[in-house]
DNA sequence: TAGGATTTGTGCGTATGTATT
DNA sequence: TAATACATACGCACAAATCCT
């Protein structure tokens, strides 16, 4: 998340935009969160400050400000003396979360919404593509980079960055819960779903109903939901 | 904003829910965000690492761990090298924050409505007469104060858990911009106009209708912005 | 332009809490 | 129950960045 607020920007000096610790801040910070949502690190999954420090080439300090900024997304969580954990989410949370997306799905077509340039609808076919690839050899991480990109083209069709910055939050907090309910025998058929609700999307997109999309997006977002409360319970991984 | 998610918990300790460190954090980080909220540190304030941990007789490092998640909710902004500092909101970032606002209220009293007790608008029907007592010695924190009491109530309609964190974050990002706003010799009519939206959902509430509470706070939103608009600048304070 | 004062960011040793033997 | 192992939380000294004289 960006800030909403911004402060009357430093006037004269112009290159160092960023702060080269921010920098830093945020290159971790983004490695350790698709770690996270692409299930290299699972629920559960113990991670160690130390190790982080050692790959980074940092000390603990700057890492324990990324994890703490992950816990507070609640990705993370720590618990003193025993460790930092990827956290689960249960199904009623869940559920609040998902419900909570379908609204915002719509606002996303309705709030400042953006006109979608040739360049905009020409990278969503080449997602389409990619789906088509995908389909002959599937695997779960390459889906699940697949799906987060295809969020990005949805999230920009909005020029309101709180709305923005919420909708990215919620999908991270639970596109990795769902991810994993899918067993790998399902995988082929989320794909073909998937590209269906691509497709549907492109085509709305084609035509500039905005709107449109975010109600397509609201019904796919339910029925995931509820394909995934039928899959048979696979939490192990 | 707390958890959605949380891991199993640990199985046999009752007495420590919350590690006394995170007790700590939270009374800090609340106490802190009050104070900006309600003007106490106005835009662009500088505040001191050093201070405040003298305040709370506790080292730079926790202190600067709540002033890191107060940077992340947008409310600071710290510069390395030259300090920390309450943000400003400019006007477009503030009318997209409230136009999405408006969204969040009608959702409000739709997402997993939460019937009100007797108690529940026995509160509400308090606040009103605090509202009353306020109309006659009016006070800009006193009116903070009680404005964000009574949308502790209004978040409090719904069950679902991320809208309330959602709902919460982007009103302590904008209202004390807005209260920033009111001139002192408009403050008696912001009052009286307050005191109409509370009565006007303290009857919804009567008649157990949350989702026309919903749209009466929507319509406030809008008119409070509105109003702000019009107020001429007075950004020094 | 250079240098000192001040403030945030980092590194590291230690304290504290938890689980296990 | 006590002791040991180990991880997070904290305090402090120093580095880096910025501002002002």
Redo the contacts with the bound molecule.
């Keep these: 998340m960006r800030p909403v607020a911004q402060l009357a920007s430093?006037r004269s000096?112009r290159p160092?935009r960023k702060?080269?610790?921010r920098e830093?801040f945020e290159r971790i910070y983004n490695t350790i969160r698709d770690r996270i949502c692409l299930l290299d690190y699972p629920p559960y999954a113990r991670?160690?400050?130390?190790e982080f420090a050692q790959e980074f080439g940092?000390?603990?300090?700057?890492i324990?400000?990324v994890l703490s900024r992950l816990e507070a997304e609640g990705l993370l969580q720590?618990?003193?003396?025993?460790?930092?954990f990827v956290t689960d989410v249960d199904i009623e949370a869940l559920a609040q979360v998902f419900q909570l997306r379908m609204e915002l799905a719509v606002l996303l077509g309705k709030l400042d919404p953006l006109p979608r340039t040739p360049a905009d609808v020409a990278r969503v076919r080449a997602l389409v593509a990619r789906c088509d690839a995908l389909a002959e050899a599937p695997d779960p991480r390459a889906f699940a980079r697949l799906n987060m990109d295809f969020f990005q083209e949805l999230s920009a069709m909005t020029g309101n960055q709180p709305l923005r910055e919420i909708s990215e939050r919620l999908y991270y907090q639970t596109t990795r819960i769902w991810l994993r309910s899918v067993p790998r025998l399902n995988l082929r058929d989320e794909i073909v779903v998937f590209r269906r609700e691509m497709a549907d999307i492109l085509a709305a997109m084609e035509v500039g109903d905005l709107e449109a999309i975010g109600y397509i997006r609201r019904s796919h977002i339910s029925m995931s939901f509820n394909r995934m409360r039928l899959y048979p319970g696979q939490k192990p991984l």
């Design positions: 430093a000096r160092p702060s080269l610790s830093r991670l160690a400050e130390e940092v000390s603990r300090t700057p324990r400000s720590s618990r003193h003396g025993v460790g930092t």
